[in-house]
């Protein structure tokens, strides 16, 4: 046994890695994994990753999630109602083959930046809830390996997710007449899903110029238009992203810290909104609250209300 955890303690010195070691009396968590807890190191052939610098280690293996609220315009049915999203980012863990969150530390897994980015607002009587998952790696070389979108409202749900296999594979469900329960695939393209988390790891390496783009899973089903890849023009100018959809008739604007971390201030995304005649093109706006760093998994209890006040959620 102590010469298997001195083997472990080896081979994770030489890939530059904090060993994990557990046991039945007690397990530690390892920065690197962010919120898994009970983990353990496994011995397997190395995924190959590009080596985060220390700074990003350092504020995002520190074992918390940032979380950050943003007073919300958005634009439905030709109008602007008031609301509240929040991005909240973390590290994890991921496998490659299932694409999902790993519970063991392996050298296979890939480390990604994780954006579940909401979105609540109400039209009318009813509400509207829209969540975005974004599982994008760590070493910034390659697309999202996984994206998942769900809304809610009075009148249904509808769910969608992509898996980077050999190409984007969909899964796309709705209860509107001739969206419902769909798969097929895509050719790999720039996800502006994507490029939110990209953003955060390297803004100098967000993609610029004449570009195909793949609209964010939101606005693909807020708008009703096919899931694929669209003409666009991006560019950066100081701490702001830019890109138009011309075929779309959308921008997008994402307003940014230029020091590292590289928070998001705002956002701003313009398209026509309404029905036929009476459509409209308008603004939606996100406007930034407040930032935590939490490990929010385990702010469960009613007493950690409370951090929604700081958050200015409630």
Known sequence: MKKII??????????????????????????????????????????????????????WYAGEAEITSYKLEQARYGEIRNGKAVLIYV??????????KADKQNANNIPVLKLNATKKFNTGIYPYSIM?????????????????????????HVYAQLNNKKQF??????????????HFNIDKAILENELWTQLRIDPKSLPTGDLEIIPSFEYTRLKHVPLKAYKALASIKENIYSISYPELNRTL?????????????????????????????????????????????SKKNNKDDILRDTLQLN
Do not use: R
């Open 6 to 59: 001195k083997a472990e303690i080896i081979f994770w010195s030489t890939i530059g890695l904090l060993t994990l070691v557990t046991s039945c009396k007690k397990e530690t968590k390892t920065p690197e994994l962010a919120h898994n807890t009970g983990t353990h190191s496994i011995i397997s052939q190395p995924f190959e990753v590009k080596e985060p610098s220390q700074e990003f280690k350092n504020y």
């Open 91 to 100: 590290t994890e863990d991921f496998l490659p083959k299932v694409q999902v």
């Open 132 to 156: 975005q998952s974004t599982f994008y790696p760590v070493s910034n070389d390659k697309h999202a390996i996984k994206i998942s979108s769900s809304m809610q409202e009075w009148c249904g």
């Open 169 to 182: 594979e969909i899964m796309s469900h709705s209860y509107f007449e001739g969206e419902a329960d769909k």
């Open 253 to 297: 604007s994402i307003t940014f810290n230029p020091d590292f971390p590289h928070d998001i201030l705002s956002w701003e995304e313009s398209f026509k909104s309404g029905f036929g005649a009476n459509a409209k093109v308008l603004k939606t706006k996100a406007t930034k609250l407040k930032t935590i760093k939490s490990a929010y998994w």
